[in-house]
């Protein structure tokens, strides 16, 4: 019985782990401007996603180390260097975005305005991280972010035309008055969001943190290979919503006020209500795995002690890098800086920096160094190069993408 | 990367990155982007009809008073930018009768958009939200026209 709770748990803490202030932010400006053509992508990100994250994860359970650790000793200092430099800087700027959605989050509750926010924020984030356990925050900012799923009865209370929506995941184009250009670089921008590179670090880290062992690695492929993908019909949904609600009525999104407003015309004030409290879970729950992950990544790299079982006088290092990134982070938001422009940001260098994380990761699941004769087989290899393809395109075509189209103006 | 691929090919790989984004600016320059002045009237049009959605559904009974009030501040923000954004453009001859009629909707949206923030709940809420959605119209047909001169 415990097991089956177990499983059920992870499944569910996936689901709702999986949706951050990249994802809600990209789908919501993805269906209010291009409806659900942009759906395919979705797709892709979230099988890519599922597949590194397993690898990830399978390289912890088998071997006991988490995957930088790991990706430093098999592919040396430089090329350690190279994927920390590029996955901080990325987790870094996502931290921050997040830190900003949990104090939009909070406007749309109490109509204080965000800024008023960021310090006590962050000031909770830095005691939650430091005095509650590793399972309780999983738990606990997963299980909450499931109230995101009101955006799945949102779209089905709305009651659109089917037809018509899944005319528009068929076509594949945009018919909007958008360019091709334009509707390129959110494709880049929403696999970027969809693969974000600190939720596999996270996820290796945090195997680690709960000493998964070879008898979790199925529980590694349940979490992953059900919970993603239905973290992934939230994102689908999200975009639904705006798809029905907003790009009739001629409203591109460009505030997270305008990705929750369909809910509350679908659901009224109490549906609202339970969205708010959702995304305000997911982002929470996203700036802790953000800030953990920046940590890890950082002591796993440097060799020091890490991880949040032990104490601060235990690994100093690694709570003082903990402290620093929140530090930083609730900095860079005081300035007043739109939280959904660094969030735009965010996801867009995600995308650039994909290579130098998932490149790697495949590396080390194919040494029996590691992970004895688990390595990957040669369907998974195929679908893993093919993967590396898409993300090297996807890194190559951001920037210039970027700059041709003003930021996706 | 610079472990995996060999010295030569990763000096290389940094060239045809450079010439990819220099190439990007070229063509950006060279009209390939949205046209701006179009671009800047739709993120109004939006606006507008954001802070029409925002009345309608608070006065509904859909939305808290703090979310819409919200949704009308960064719908005013948004506005500014624009109104802003477009009359600092310059354009060619075959733009500058869009941009003046652009200028002359967006004094009238940012008139309601006051409103709106002001009236949020009360009897005028109604004959806002016709305001503004004539606003969002307007704006609309001026972006097509503008992204048409081009």
């Known amino acids: 019985m415990s097991k089956i709770f177990g499983v059920a748990l992870g499944i569910l803490t996936a689901i709702g782990g999986f949706v951050d202030i990249g994802d809600l932010v990209t789908n919501a400006v993805v269906g209010s401007r291009f409806g659900l053509s942009l759906v395919w992508v979705v797709v892709v990100g979230v099988i890519g996603i599922s597949l590194f994250a397993h690898m990830s994860g399978k390289v912890t359970a088998l071997s006991g180390r988490a995957t930088f650790d790991i990706i430093r000793e098999r592919l040396g200092p430089r090329a350690a260097l190279a994927n920390l430099t590029g996955s901080m800087a990325m987790t870094l700027l996502t931290l921050m975005a997040e830190i900003g959605g949990v104090a939009l989050a909070l406007q749309l509750l109490s109509g204080v305005v965000p800024v008023a926010y960021v310090l006590p924020v962050a000031l909770l984030l830095w005691l939650v991280l430091w005095r509650v356990k590793f399972s309780i925050l999983e738990n606990v900012a997963g299980l909450m972010g499931l109230l995101l799923v009101a955006f799945i009865v949102a779209l089905f209370q709305l009651g659109p035309d089917w037809g018509e929506l899944g005319r528009q995941v068929v076509q594949q184009t945009p018919d909007t008055g958008e360019n091709g250009l334009t509707y390129a670089f959110y494709a880049v921008a929403l696999f970027g969001a969809a693969m974000t590179p600190y939720e596999v670090f996270f996820f290796s880290s945090g195997a680690a943190e709960d000493h998964w062992t070879k008898q979790d690695l199925w529980l590694s492929r349940l979490n992953v290979l059900i919970g993603f993908p239905l973290g992934g019909l939230l994102s689908i949904a999200i975009a639904g919503c705006a798809a029905v609600v907003l790009l009739p009525a001629g409203i591109g999104v460009s505030s997270l006020s305008q990705v929750v407003a369909p809910v509350g015309v679908a659901l009224g004030v109490a549906g609202l209500v339970v969205v708010l409290v959702g995304v305000l879970a997911a982002t929470a729950g996203a700036a802790i795995e953000t800030a953990l992950s920046c940590a890890y990544s950082i002591a796993q790299f440097a060799g020091w002690p890490w991880g949040k079982r032990l104490r601060p006088s235990q690994a100093p290092q690694f709570h003082a890098v903990l402290l620093g990134v929140i530090v930083i982070g609730c900095l860079v938001m005081l300035s007043g800086i739109d939280p959904i422009m660094v969030t735009e940001f965010s996801v867009v260098f995600s995308a650039v920096a994909l290579p130098l994380t998932y490149f790697p990761i495949l590396v080390v699941a194919n040494d029996p160094q590691y992970v004895g004769e688990n390595t990957n087989g040669p369907l998974l290899n195929l679908v893993a190069m093919i993967y590396l393809v898409i993300v090297m395109v996807a890194a190559l075509a951001a920037i210039p993408l970027m700059i041709l189209t003003n930021m996706g103006a | ?150």
């Not at chain 2, 004959?127 to 081009?150: G, H, M, Q, T, V």
């Open chain 2, 1 to 150: 990367m610079g472990a995996v691929l060999p010295r030569a090919q990763v000096g290389c790989w940094r060239h045809w990155l450079a010439l990819v984004v220099m190439c990007s600016v070229a063509l950006a320059g060279c009209g390939i982007a949205k046209d701006p002045l179009s671009v800047a009237v739709g993120d109004a049009g939006s606006s507008a009809a954001t802070a029409a959605l925002a009345l309608e559904q608070h006065a509904q009974g859909r939305l808290t008073r703090s979310t819409a009030e919200t949704m009308i501040d960064d719908a005013r923000r948004e506005a500014a930018t624009a109104a802003k954004q477009v009359t600092q453009l310059t354009v060619g001859d075959q733009q500058a009768d869009i941009q003046q009629d652009a200028m002359d909707v967006l004094a009238r949206a940012a008139r309601h958009l006051q409103q709106a923030a002001r009236d949020i709940g009360s009897d005028r809420a109604e004959e806002l939200i016709d305001e503004l959605r004539d606003d969002a119209d307007a704006l609309a047909e001026l972006e097509s026209r503008a992204a048409a001169s081009r």
